[in-house]
C-alpha cells in the first residue's frame, strides 16, 4: 500500500513539474485515482516542502517549474565508471539511513539521492530541514581498507569537494567551517555528516552525508541559523543533476587520491577557504568550553588553536567566532 501511495506521488509531480495547471479530475484519470484521493496526495506533498497551489476551476499547479533529479541523466554525465552506483529515491526519511541499511552491500562509491527527507539528519542529531526538490539530499557509501586511522579528516575533505564543484557552476568565494560546513558570506550554503561503522583493525565504512541549499522556498521553518541557497548567489536556475554529478566525480577522484596521500595534497586549499582562519574563537566539546587564535588544521584534520603562545590540537567540537 505504502508503496502505490509513493508511485501515486511520484506521477503526480511529474505532471505537475512543468509548472502548468492541471485538474484534479485529469489527475485522478492520469493516476486511477478519485479527485478526492489527488487533493489527500496534493496535501501531503504540499507538507514535504512542495509548494503546489490550486485554482477553483483550473486545478492545480506548482509555483514554479521544477526540475526533478534524473537518475539516467546523472549516471550518464558521471560516466560509466558508476553506472550502477547512482539511485535517486523521491522521498526517504534519510539517505544515509538508507545507505546504513544496506552498507555491507553496496558497491564502493554508491550513491543515494533524494527529493525530501522526513528524517533529514546534521551533526549531533540536529535536523537537516529537507523541503522537496530544492536542495541535494546526498550520500556516498565509501570503505576505507586502512580502518578508522586512516580517515582522519576525511569530513575536510568533503568540504573542499563540495567547494571546487560549486566553483565549477560559477558559485566562488565559499568559506569552510571546521570540521562539517560551507559557507557563503556566513551564512550556511552546504553541511556534512559522516557516520562510521567497523572495529579497530579491520576496514571502516564509512557513509559520507551531503546537503547543498539549492533554491528553500521563501517561507521555510525549523532553522535556526542563517543559511542562504545557490540560486540566491547565482541569480539563475541551478541544473541539479549536473552540480550532482559533479560532486561525485569530483569526491570520489578526491577520495581515492586521500586514501593513498592522506590529507596533506589538499591542506593548502582548507587554509584559502578556511572561514575562521586567524580569528578568535571558541571551542565546545560536551561540557567544556575553551577558546584560542584559530590557526589552521593539521595533517589530521585536527583544529589548531593558540593560545598563551602554545597551539594544540583538538578532534571534535563547534566552533564559532568569540566576539570582544
Not at 508503496?3 to 501515486?8: L, P, R, S
Not at 541499511?101 to 554508491?110: D, K, N, S, V
Not at 556516498?140 to 560549486?166: C, D, E, H, P
Not at 557563503?184 to 551531503?210: M, P, R, T, W
Request: a positive charge; proline letters at 3%.
Amino acid at each position: 500500500m505504502r508503496k502505490k501511495a509513493a508511485q501515486t506521488r511520484s506521477l503526480l509531480i511529474q505532471q505537475l513539474a512543468n509548472g502548468e495547471f492541471n485538474s484534479g479530475e485529469f489527475l485522478g484519470e492520469l493516476v486511477g485515482i478519485s479527485r478526492s484521493a489527488v487533493a489527500n496526495h496534493i496535501k501531503y506533498l504540499t507538507g514535504i516542502g512542495l509548494d503546489v497551489f490550486s485554482v477553483k476551476g483550473r486545478g492545480y499547479r506548482l509555483a514554479t517549474p521544477l526540475q526533478l533529479l534524473d537518475q539516467t541523466k546523472i549516471i550518464h554525465l558521471v560516466g560509466q565508471k558508476k553506472t550502477d552506483t547512482v539511485k535517486v529515491i523521491s522521498v526517504i526519511g534519510s539517505t544515509n539511513t538508507y545507505i546504513k541499511e544496506r552498507l555491507h552491500e553496496l558497491p564502493q562509491g554508491f550513491v543515494c539521492l533524494a527529493e525530501a527527507q522526513t528524517h533529514g539528519r546534521g551533526r549531533r542529531g540536529k535536523t537537516w530541514v529537507s523541503p522537496f526538490g530544492s536542495s541535494i539530499y546526498m550520500s556516498m557509501a565509501w570503505t576505507f581498507k586502512g580502518g578508522y586511522q586512516s580517515m582522519a579528516g576525511v569530513s575536510l575533505l568533503v568540504g573542499i569537494a563540495i567547494n571546487r564543484s560549486l566553483k565549477k557552476i560559477g558559485v566562488s568565494n565559499c568559506k569552510l567551517k571546521w570540521p562539517n560546513d560551507v559557507y557563503y558570506n556566513f551564512k550556511k550554503l552546504a553541511g556534512i555528516l559522516v557516520e562510521v561503522e567497523g572495529q579497530v583493525g579491520s576496514d571502516a565504512s564509512a557513509v559520507i552525508g551531503i546537503g547543498i541549499n539549492i533554491d528553500l522556498p521563501n517561507s521555510i521553518d525549523g532553522i535556526d541559523q542563517p543559511f542562504i541557497d545557490v540560486t540566491s548567489i547565482t541569480q539563475q536556475p541551478v541544473d541539479r543533476n549536473k552540480l550532482a554529478a559533479l560532486i561525485i566525480i569530483t569526491l570520489t577522484n578526491m577520495l581515492e587520491e586521500f586514501e593513498v596521500e592522506g590529507l596533506s595534497p589538499f591542506l593548502s586549499e582548507w587554509k584559502e577557504a578556511d572561514l575562521f582562519y586567524n580569528e578568535y574563537v571558541y571551542l565546545e566539546s560536551g561540557n567544556n568550553r575553551i577558546h584560542g587564535l584559530s590557526k589552521g588544521i593539521s595533517d589530521g584534520g585536527a583544529l589548531l588553536l593558540e593560545n598563551a603562545g602554545k597551539v594544540t590540537p583538538h578532534h571534535g567540537g563547534e566552533i564559532s567566532v568569540r566576539r570582544g
